[in-house]
């Protein structure tokens, strides 16, 4: 079975030119088959600022009408992704960049609206194992901004983290799939004040317990319960921890159920 190690990233990490420089230097020597997903929602709001169009956020996701999706397409799709696969070409490691769009990567549907609009914001439904397969096994590495398409041909601004959960999913029946996210922290934290706090393994009941004392809360909240969703449906092995750490992946937290 072949082994595909899939990265997320965070928009931290790919907008400064010194931070981005170190991840991709650690991106690059990972063995095997690999698969970047990425943000940039940091890029997107300054974009936003300097074409004087207002970004909303409710409850940390970004409400996207139809200003804001030409704002996240040019960001996410354009500036970030081709910055990501230039500097990954210079490292000779030939890299492809994607949206949910090319090669029908990814299908979703505009999510419905309930207490809140979030606009054009997709909900995933289907991914392309055989488009990422054909890729990988060229050895190419696809490098996947965060958006999405449905039927009607319009696109989507989804959540990276989802994003990765979904494409570690779909490759999890013919492969053998490491999901890791990579952001500021060392791990999932017992005490958010005290880096070395690290939570090393977690199961789904942890979780829960965890969420419902407060000790994990605010963005954390979703980007755990993706990890879960993911391990729920068939990925193995998932973590998540420092950035710096993706060469070394049980130095953060390892979930399961």
Do not use: W
Not at 54 to 77: A, H, Q, S
Not at 159 to 171: Q, R
């Amino acid at each position: 079975m072949k082994k595909v190690t899939i990265i997320k990233v965070g928009g931290a990490v790919v907008e400064s030119p010194d931070s981005l420089e170190a991840f991709l230097n650690n991106f690059v020597h990972i063995e095997g088959a690999k698969i970047l997903v990425h943000g940039g929602g940091r890029s997107a709001t300054a974009m936003a600022e300097r074409l004087q169009i207002p970004t909303k956020m409710v409850d940390g996701r970004r409400v996207t009408d139809e200003n804001m999706l030409e704002i996240v397409t040019m960001v996410y799709g354009g500036l970030v992704n081709k910055n990501i696969v230039a500097k990954l070409q210079c490292k000779k490691l030939n890299a492809l960049g994607l949206t949910g769009a090319d090669m029908n990567l990814i299908e979703a549907h505009k999510r419905p609206v309930k207490d809140v609009d979030y606009g054009f914001v997709g909900d995933i439904d289907r991914i392309n194992t055989d488009a990422l397969m054909a890729l990988i096994s060229q050895g190419i590495t696809p490098v996947v901004a965060p958006l999405t398409h449905d039927l009607k041909g319009n696109l989507l601004n989804t959540n990276a983290d989802t994003i990765a959960a979904s494409l570690a999913v779909g490759l999890s029946a013919e492969c053998d799939v490491d999901l890791y996210y990579g952001f500021e922290k060392n791990g999932v934290l017992k005490d958010a004040n005290d880096d070395h706090s690290v939570i090393t393994s977690m199961t789904t009941r942890d979780f829960e317990i965890l969420k419902t004392s407060g000790a994990i809360h605010s963005g954390m909240i979703p980007k755990l319960t993706n990890c879960f969703d993911a391990i729920a449906q068939g990925v193995r092995r998932v973590y998540i921890g420092h950035v710096d750490n993706i060469n070394h992946l049980d130095r953060g937290t390892h979930l399961h159920d």
